[in-house]
């Protein structure tokens, strides 16, 4: 009989412990639009194409962020984009 109710114990602990994890909500709420349509204005990309129909989105932010370095930059900006014809 012991051991019924420590299994039942054991899968009740495991069943709470469960729904816990599936009801907790760490993340926080969305933003406002606002704020989200003032923060993208600082953005300009633009997809193109190449000849197999592969997107390659170009553009970025107006400031560069610190991980961008110049070198890298400079290899994004050289390669070559073809636009796809319609």
Known sequence: MTRILSGLSALLLVVMVGAGVYLWD???????????????????????????????????????????????MQKMISRPFRKSSP
């Open 26 to 72: 760490p993340l926080p709420g969305n933003p406002a639009s606002a704020a989200l349509a003032a923060t993208a204005e600082g953005y300009d990309a633009e997809i193109l194409r190449d000849e197999y129909g592969v997107p390659h989105i170009r553009g970025g932010a107006t400031g560069m962020p610190p991980s961008a370095s110049p070198m890298r």
